[in-house]
């Protein structure tokens, strides 16, 4: 059927064309599926990255999968088939071992120091260049929610008949070019089906984004009777927009903001650092607190990349800090009871939620505090501000850190938490409107323990 993989992969291409949209992330499996991938990649224009997997075997017969182990320490075992053959822990163990000293030094070799894409979040397209027994592709498929895909779609170019009941709640939609009832290998319906190498692999990865390419650019927010300027990064596939807020009013040019920025851009999320009040409204301390004021700018600003074509659809977060956190928490209760799309998660940093107090109730968006452990007032507010909160709230200390995290990894700390938190939270609303099935995705990412592999 096929002359070889790269022909393959350009049919594939075709049948998986309406999955294209924001969001989406072609994974191959090494080594042969990774040039069926990239033809793929190219036409949905999403980036190209591999799931590296090792399946873990029974000892005594290795072709029976008992679970699998994926890169970051992703772990998925299969209790029923463990507990039928008489797995010991000491033996499931011993094969976790030697599977992972494989997955290392196949990393090393694939990748070659090059970044992984994020799939949090992500409609995640899991291509083979063929399905015989399809554990390794149900593996690949665990590891991707492991990770905390919004959607898992697996394609491939020929599979038995029976092959789509086999990913029947592992893989949300099931794509094949061919289902022949008499399947015997996978190399029968190519005509070049030779072994591919890694230099092959990495070749076809240089030849597609391994990540977010950002746009950045200056920009002028309309605010009342004025404007404020700001930055608005895009990466090539967002997966939502983080507007920040900072203490002073004045965030365009604050290094933290644009540190933290950097991180959350990197994985996948639009931001927008702007500054709350301009440069004579800064110069007066009684604007900087004044959380009416500031709050009422985020919402200008929100209201404006509302009206943007390229992020009007993304999902909203706000990132606070101090003065401009309870602006954030007042904001995000505003839009809630204006009835708009409103805030879809809030994360603060070192945040003076006691300015905002009688507004907590009211912010039912996921909120994330986070709080040095040497900043004694602050922290002392936002142990009590997160049980006011109306919705999903977490406090999270950051030990060693003062008020502004200046020590050494503590502002890394931060942007690490707040990334996991936004990537949690952000892409639920763009999961929803993903084409094909709706994806049934949970408040979290979970890591599943005893699926079928």
């Known amino acids: 059927m096929f002359r070889d993989r790269t022909d393959a992969g350009r049919r594939l291409a075709r049948e998986t064309a309406h999955l294209r949209g924001p969001g989406v992330v072609v994974v191959g499996l090494p080594r042969g599926g990774v040039p069926v991938a990239l033809p793929v990649a190219q036409e949905l224009g999403a980036p190209l990255d591999v799931i590296i997997v090792r399946r873990l075997g029974v000892p005594f017969q290795p072709e029976v ?13 299969n209790d029923e088939v463990v507990r039928m053959a008489g797995i010991t822990p000491e033996q499931l163990a011993a094969v976790e071992s030697r599977e992972r000293g494989e997955l290392d030094k196949r990393v090393r070799k694939l990748r070659r120091g090059r970044s992984r894409v994020p799939l949090a979040g992500r409609v995640v397209v899991v291509v083979d260049d063929g399905v015989a027994t399809g554990s390794t592709a149900r593996a690949a498929c ?3 929610r492991a990770e905390g895909a919004a959607r898992v779609v697996v394609a491939v170019p020929v599979a038995p008949a029976d092959a789509a009941e086999r ?25 070049d089906f030779g072994q591919v190498r890694n230099r092959e692999v990495a070749d076809c990865l240089r030849r597609a984004p391994s990540g977010p390419v950002v746009h950045s650019t200056a920009v002028e927010i309309p605010a009342g009777a004025t404007c404020v300027r700001g930055v608005l990064a895009v990466p090539e596939h967002p997966v ?4 920040f807020a900072h203490g002073t009013g004045s965030g365009r040019h604050s290094p ?15 931001t927008l ?11 007066s301390r009684a604007n900087v607190f004044d959380v009416d004021l500031l709050a009422e700018r985020l919402v200008d600003a929100t209201g404006w990349a509302r009206d943007e074509p390229v992020i009007g659809d993304l999902p909203i977060g706000l990132f606070g800090a101090s003065t401009g956190a309870a602006a954030a928490l007042r904001a995000a209760a505003t839009m809630r009871r204006s009835g708009g799309p409103g805030v879809a998660a809030v994360v603060t940093r070192g945040g003076r939620a006691d300015l905002v107090e009688k507004d907590l109730p009211r912010v039912t968006a996921p909120t994330l505090l986070v709080v040095g452990s040497l900043d004694g007032q602050v922290l002392k507010v936002n142990r009590r501000a997160v049980g006011q909160l109306g919705g999903e709230a977490q406090l999270e200390i950051v030990d060693g850190a003062s008020h502004l995290f200046e020590e050494p990894g503590a502002l890394d700390a931060v942007a690490a938490l707040g990334r996991d938190w936004l990537l949690r939270w952000l892409p639920v609303g763009l999961a929803a409107a993903a084409p094909g099935p709706a994806a049934s995705r949970p408040p979290a990412p979970r890591r599943p323990a005893a699926d079928d592999v």
């Open 65 to 77: 999968a008992m679970g699998a182990v994926g890169e970051d320490g992703v772990r998925v075992v």
């Open 273 to 283: 650092v702007f500054d709350l009040l301009t440069a004579r409204e800064a110069a």
């Open 240 to 243: 939502g927009l983080v507007l």
């Open 167 to 191: 990913f029947a709640g592992i893989a949300d939609e099931f794509v094949a070019l061919a289902t022949p009832e008499r399947f015997s290998a996978i190399g029968e319906f190519y005509a």
């Open 256 to 270: 933290r903001n644009e540190r933290i920025a950097a991180v959350l851009t990197e994985a996948g999320l639009a």
């Open 142 to 144: 665990l590891v991707a």
